[in-house]
């Protein structure tokens, strides 16, 4: 079946380490996009991607990176510089980048000790 | 700066009557909106576009409205069942913004036999 997988879908991390969390999606789709999920809070656009080798930043990419080198694969790595990083991350597809349904994975949550 | 609102307190509705939620939004143009539900600890999953021009969208037993001169978006479920229990969010897309999404904090619904 196709679908967008995420991993893990729990960490843990310390103050001070890198984390990634893995996007990988067989839909054949486009565009590929970051949100992060806090309580109380729409959803926030944190990376996306139109197309491979090309990502912009979205309104919270400070702390964050990601690479788009093949179409199903997006990553996201949490760096030490994220000042807040606990939050549940998902990742969406979209085929085209017009008005389309988004297709989000599971997610991932990141809690960090 | 952009606002979407949605209900910050759950909606309880006893079953087979109807749901209605609202999405407000402020400073913003969408040339589109989305309602999409979400399960505790899952990603969301897409419910029902409106366009700018389009007043009424219907799916099932769902219905959407989109009032852009009081700047509004009407979800509302009918007979809504104990299944229907979950959080739903409103998501904004304007012209030109490359698929981003703009999302409320959604409105969790608890349907009760």
């Known amino acids: 079946d196709g679908g967008i997988t995420q991993s893990p879908k729990y960490l843990f991390r310390k103050e001070g380490q890198n984390v990634t969390l893995s996007c990988e999606q067989n839909?054949?789709?486009?565009?590929m996009y970051w949100y992060r999920q806090d309580p109380g809070q729409g959803l926030r656009l944190i990376y996306y991607?139109?197309?491979?080798?090309?990502?912009q930043k979205g309104d919270i990419a400070e702390g964050y990176s990601v690479s788009r080198e093949k179409k199903e694969s997006f990553p996201l790595t949490v760096t030490s510089a994220q000042k807040n990083p606990t939050a549940f991350y998902l990742c969406?597809?979209?085929?085209?980048?017009?008005?389309?349904?988004?297709?989000f994975g599971e997610g991932s949550r990141l809690t960090v000790l | 700066s952009q606002k979407i609102e949605q209900n910050s307190e759950a909606l309880n509705i006893q079953e087979g009557k109807t749901a209605t939620l609202t999405c407000n939004y402020t400073?913003?143009?969408?040339?589109?909106l989305q309602w999409y539900r979400q399960d505790p600890g899952r990603g969301p999953v897409f419910l029902l576009l409106?366009?700018?021009?389009?007043k009424e969208k219907r799916k099932e037993r769902l219905k959407v409205t989109f009032d852009t001169t009081l700047k509004q978006s009407l979800f509302h479920i009918t007979a809504s069942q104990p299944a229907d229990s979950a959080t739903y969010l409103c998501?904004?897309?304007?012209?030109?913004?490359?698929?981003?999404?703009?999302f409320g904090a959604g409105t969790q619904v608890v349907v009760t036999p």
């Open positions: 969406a597809s979209r085929q085209g980048i017009l008005t389309g349904e988004l297709f």
């Open positions: 839909l054949n789709h486009d565009a």
């Open positions: 991607s139109q197309i491979v080798n090309d990502f």
């Open positions: 400073n913003y143009s969408p040339a589109y």
């Open positions: 409106i366009r700018e021009n389009e």
């Open positions: 998501a904004l897309g304007a012209k030109d913004s490359w698929g981003k999404l703009q």
